[in-house]
């Protein structure tokens, strides 16, 4: 079973910048697809951004859409979100975690092997 460790959280000025990372042991990386979530206090998990096995196929969140990059690298076995232009409501903990179905979903109980999470702070 895949086991995630997140990092890169930090606190921001909005406008700014973070590149969050997500490294993966055990199993087979290369073989799942993975998806980044975001949870703030008194809010419920909601997916932030996905990409496929092979990097090839990405898909976002609307709030996110052009601000936020899913990237994945397979020899490291490291998946990442770069994130642009953030904005106080960004403010969250972020989670990465394996897709566990084939089909593309938004659902985080399609999802699995969650990380511990990194809290990102945008505030001025």
């Known amino acids: 079973q895949v086991q995630l460790v997140e990092s890169g959280g930090g606190v921001v000025q909005p406008g700014g910048s973070l590149r969050l990372s997500c490294a993966a042991s055990?199993?087979?990386?290369?073989?799942?697809?993975m998806g980044w979530f975001r949870q703030a206090p008194g809010k419920e998990r909601e997916f932030v951004a996905g990409i496929g096995w092979s990097g090839g196929l990405t898909n976002y969140a609307d709030s996110v859409k052009g601000r936020f990059t899913i990237s994945r690298d397979n020899a490291k076995n490291t998946v990442y979100l770069q994130m642009n232009r953030l904005k106080p409501e960004d403010t969250a903990v972020y989670y990465c975690?394996?897709?566990?179905?084939?089909?593309?979903?938004?659902?985080?109980?399609?999802?699995?092997?969650w990380g511990q999470g990194t809290q990102v702070t945008v505030s001025s």
């Open positions: 055990g199993g087979t990386f290369s073989s799942h697809a």
């Open positions: 975690a394996v897709r566990l179905v084939v089909r593309a979903t938004t659902d985080p109980l399609d999802f699995g092997s």
